[in-house]
């Protein structure tokens, strides 16, 4: 309790250092987690399309395929060895799809019925590099009319996430050095004001644990508190805004985020604001404590 004593009154005799460091390593925090969860929807965005149809072959309006057509086409895909789903979609299963979308809409459900909707085929491949010939062998099938082909959209998406992660990434390592640095600072900064007392301690037979733990558990509790306050604003935001990313997304099922993630970003910041709070005592109490 004595260390804790010490770092107490080492952080209120700097008060605004204090608040300065807290404010830099927590915009850090507020960029991992934003970029946490960032990552996080994105990548169940991409398990949605990946899992969801890539390729949809649609047939002539009112017109259903025979068993043996049905069979015939899901032969020749399955033959490739890179088929991953096939489902047809009947004229019927169509309307019912199309009523239960534009069930509050009563006029759009008159003007509408299974003799003007076309059957389907969907499939999915094991990798995207599969879907071309899949793709080339579907849309020369006898009675399709319209093929509609998802791999740009994947691999767009893809492309988007990893470009998100590579930014993200170097945002968070720029302002981590940041924050350290900070921390750094206002640590030799602590040291300097208690250079006198420190003198004292050493004539007086301190060891060096003694006089340097007090300025890395203050580091720890700046990472600690940056952590916490961090992690609420990314989480307020995200309530505040998960009502307008849901009816952006429509059926995309990644809302409401589950709070066990929540908890394990919180437990991630914790420590990860703490070793940054750590090591900048550390670094600071070498070097301006080394003579």
Do not use: C
């Amino acid at each position: 309790m004595k260390f804790f004593d010490r770092t107490t009154k080492l952080m209120k005799r700097s008060p605004f250092q204090v608040l300065a460091a807290v404010m830099a390593t927590t915009m850090t925090l507020l960029v991992i987690s934003v970029f946490s969860l960032l990552s996080f929807g994105s990548i169940k965005i991409l398990q949605y399309f990946e899992a969801a149809p890539q390729v949809i072959a649609f047939f002539k309006p009112g017109e259903d395929l025979e068993d043996s057509q049905i069979s015939n086409i899901r032969a020749q895909l399955e033959k490739t060895g890179k088929l991953n789903d096939f489902r047809y979609v009947s004229t019927r299963e169509a309307e019912a799809i199309y009523k239960d979308k534009n069930k509050d809409n009563p006029l759009l459900l008159e003007l509408v019925d299974y003799n003007i909707l076309p059957a389907s085929i969907e499939i999915s491949a094991l990798e995207l590099s599969d879907l071309s010939e899949l793709n080339s062998i579907l849309s020369v099938q006898e009675g399709v009319d319209d093929v509609v082909f998802y791999e740009d959209v994947i691999a767009s998406l893809s492309n988007w996430i990893n470009s998100v992660k590579g930014l993200g990434l170097g945002v968070i390592i720029y302002l981590t050095l940041e924050s350290i640095l900070v921390i750094l600072v206002v640590t030799g900064m602590q040291i300097a004001i208690k250079r006198d007392e420190i003198e004292i301690q050493r004539l007086l037979g301190a060891t060096r644990r003694f006089i340097i733990k007090p300025f890395i558990i203050s580091g720890v509790i700046y990472g600690l508190v940056s952590s916490f306050i961090a992690w609420f604003i990314s989480y307020l935001l995200l309530l505040h805004s998960t009502p307008f990313i849901a009816n952006w997304l429509q059926d995309i099922p990644i809302l409401p985020v589950p709070f066990l993630f929540m908890l394990a970003l919180l437990g991630g910041e914790l420590l990860f604001g703490g070793l940054i709070g750590a090591v900048s005592g550390l670094i600071a109490t070498r070097r301006f404590l080394k003579e």
